[in-house]
């Protein structure tokens, strides 16, 4: 005998798909007639549709009148090979994203333009507060977008869009227990590589920058840098947080933090995103410290700033070109198969040597 729970699930999963089909246009049945098609028990329906309620398929009961069926665009579409409208949702203004983010918008636009698929793109402000989710719900009834890019949005958004089953993809990670399919660079297996390069170079400690946006990724490369060990297999490398909240002058109050060290200062710094680049590569140079003479300085991210940086920074790049192609297709798969059915994909990141990956300090004073 099946267990009430793997009832309430089936009895979702079923008129779920059966409002995609169009079978319930404007409202559902009854409950009794409910019952009756789907040979379950009213207790079933009834947190069926509760739970159908709450991920906003169904607008709330109205005594005596039937449940209406809220109008997603991606819901009440017919299914095509790919969607007509999409939307990049930003989870702030574009005039504060990097370079590298503007330049994925023109060339995903580009890409959707010649298959006929217009681009809009929207910000959202998110707060603690439900009042981002608020707007969001107001913002996604209007439009007509059938599929969504998320980019730079929070934990909260992204559970909005996956509890909904909105066609979506994320650009970047997703946050841990969001079902959503994402396209992004390999981090992981960039921090591995990087580890083993600070490694083979005498480096025990690094400090990895850390803002409040972006957690997931900082523990995700956190972790892969911490997993491989040193020549001869008795020590690891040591990940020391350098946590800031984003602005130039916190930036420069954690390095001063870490250069007050003596016994165990980092010898390197890895940088995730650009800000975290330029302003650390600025304020060690103002205080005098050579690079990679007394301090190495790698980057995990680029953008086609960092190439003009002296010294020539040592990094880690991904083609926005593969980039944009990968999430080309996951619009299409998400748009045809539904989010859960679509996988991640993640993108090589290439290696540039660059000159300011050099021996710790110590080594380089044995070897000298």
Request: net charge positive; charged share 25%.
């Amino acid at each position: 005998m099946p267990q009430r729970y793997s009832l309430v699930a089936e009895t979702i999963r079923v008129l779920k798909e059966q409002i995609q089909a169009g079978a319930y246009t404007k409202a559902l049945p009854s409950e009794r007639t409910l019952c009756a098609r789907l040979q379950v028990g009213r207790n079933t329906v009834r947190a069926a549709l509760r739970k159908l309620e709450d991920e906003k398929w169904i607008h709330p009961s109205e005594r005596g009148a039937p449940r209406r069926i809220r109008r997603w665009p991606h819901r009440t579409q017919r299914r095509s090979e790919r969607p007509s409208q999409v939307c990049v949702l930003a989870g702030r203004h574009l005039a504060e994203f990097e370079a590298r983010s503007l330049f994925f918008v023109d060339l995903l636009r580009e890409h959707l333009a010649d298959v006929g698929c217009r681009l809009d793109v929207l910000s959202i402000r998110q707060d603690r507060g439900g009042g981002a989710l608020r707007r969001l719900d107001a913002m996604a009834n209007k439009a007509s977008h059938a599929a969504w890019v998320l980019l730079s949005c929070s934990e909260n958004v992204q559970h909005w869009f996956a509890d909904r089953g909105i066609p979506t993809v994320v650009l970047g990670y997703v946050a841990e227990n969001v079902a959503l399919p994402y396209v992004t660079s390999d981090l992981a297996a960039a921090a591995q590589h990087l580890a083993g390069r600070l490694l083979v170079q005498g480096h025990r400690r690094a400090a990895l920058m850390q803002s409040g946006e972006g957690l997931f990724a900082h523990r995700l490369v956190a972790k892969s840098m911490t997993e491989l060990k040193a020549p001869g297999g008795l020590e690891r490398l040591r990940v020391v947080p350098a946590r800031h909240d984003g602005t130039v002058p916190g930036i420069r109050v954690n390095i001063e933090r870490l250069l007050e060290r003596k016994a165990d200062r980092p010898t390197a710094r890895v940088a995730i995103t650009t800000p975290e680049l330029t302003t650390t590569l600025t304020h060690l140079l103002h205080r005098g410290i050579q690079i990679p003479e007394e301090m190495s300085l790698v980057s995990l991210l680029d953008d086609h700033n960092v190439p003009h940086l002296v010294p020539e920074i040592t990094r880690y790049t991904v083609s926005m070109e593969v980039l944009v192609k990968r999430l080309f297709i996951k619009l299409q798969a998400v748009w045809r198969q539904g989010n859960p059915a679509v996988r991640p994909s993640c993108v090589m990141c290439e290696f540039v040597k660059g000159k300011t990956l050099g021996p710790a300090p110590e080594q380089s004073s044995r070897t000298s």
